[in-house]
């Protein structure tokens, strides 16, 4: 974990994190991002579902009979593909970044923490190399759905890197099995940004 030089103490604190200057070379203790190194981070998040409402996915709308139990939107698909951007930087989760405590994200339309993270990854010096998407849902079916997700993702992003995305059951098993849930996973690869 990386100290603060003045007052030698963890930086816990994501905010902190992205404030850790650029650098080519590895620091005694960790600190600082190393420049030009590929970056891979990892998100996940599910939801309960609940009758009524509107299911988002991706930022399209799937379903107009469930909705996901959520302070924002609940767009999982997004939830995990952000928090799979701050662990690729080091800067913490969803939830430290955007708290479902905080007012100002009840009801968002999850692409808002996107539009948020992504423009300081950019910042950072890296872009969007990669991203697979894996979404665990039992209804509705999504494979008629998966071209009108990526391209809703890729314009997220400015159409850069190359985008996946895999739609799948849970064979009946557990909340997401029983059809109670929706879940996603998202893994992404950062590359040095060479503009």
Same mark, same amino acid.
């Given at each position: 974990?990386?100290?603060?030089? $003045?007052k030698?103490?963890?930086? /816990?604190? =994501?905010?902190?994190?992205a404030?850790?200057?650029?650098?080519? $070379?590895?620091?005694?203790?960790g600190?600082g991002?190393?420049?030009g190194?590929?970056?891979?981070? %990892? !998100?996940?998040d599910?939801h $309960?579902?609940?009758?009524?409402g509107?299911?988002?996915? #991706?930022?399209?709308?799937?379903?107009?009979e469930?909705?996901?139990?959520? %302070?924002?939107?609940?767009?999982?698909?997004?939830h995990?593909?952000?928090?799979?951007? +701050?662990?690729?930087?080091?800067?913490?989760?969803? !939830?430290?970044?955007? =708290?479902d /405590?905080? =007012?100002?994200w009840?009801? #968002?339309?999850?692409?808002?923490?996107?539009?948020?993270?992504?423009?300081?990854?950019?910042?950072?010096?890296?872009?969007?190399?990669?991203?697979?998407?894996?979404?665990?849902?039992?209804? =509705?079916?999504? &494979?008629?759905? $998966?071209?009108?997700?990526?391209?809703?993702? &890729?314009?997220?992003?400015?159409? !850069?890197? *190359?985008?996946? +995305?895999?739609?799948? *059951?849970?064979?009946?098993?557990?909340?997401?099995?029983?059809?109670?849930?929706?879940? #996603?996973?998202?893994?992404?690869?950062? #590359?040095?940004?060479?503009?």
């Amino acid at each position: 974990m990386p100290l603060d030089p $003045k007052k030698r103490r963890p930086l /816990t604190r =994501p905010r902190e994190r992205a404030q850790l200057p650029l650098t080519d $070379k590895p620091r005694r203790g960790g600190q600082g991002v190393v420049v030009g190194m590929p970056r891979v981070g %990892h !998100g996940y998040d599910i939801h $309960k579902l609940q009758p009524g409402g509107q299911l988002v996915l #991706a930022g399209v709308v799937v379903s107009q009979e469930v909705s996901p139990v959520a %302070h924002s939107d609940g767009d999982v698909v997004i939830h995990a593909i952000v928090d799979a951007l +701050l662990g690729a930087m080091g800067w913490g989760d969803i !939830g430290e970044m955007f =708290p479902d /405590t905080d =007012p100002r994200w009840k009801g #968002a339309a999850s692409r808002l923490f996107i539009e948020e993270v992504y423009p300081k990854v950019r910042a950072a010096g890296y872009r969007l190399s990669n991203l697979d998407v894996t979404v665990l849902a039992e209804r =509705p079916r999504l &494979a008629p759905l $998966k071209a009108q997700m990526i391209a809703s993702l &890729a314009g997220m992003f400015g159409l !850069g890197g *190359t985008i996946n +995305l895999k739609a799948a *059951t849970n064979e009946g098993c557990d909340a997401v099995g029983r059809g109670e849930a929706v879940a #996603a996973h998202a893994v992404v690869l950062l #590359a040095k940004a060479q503009d």
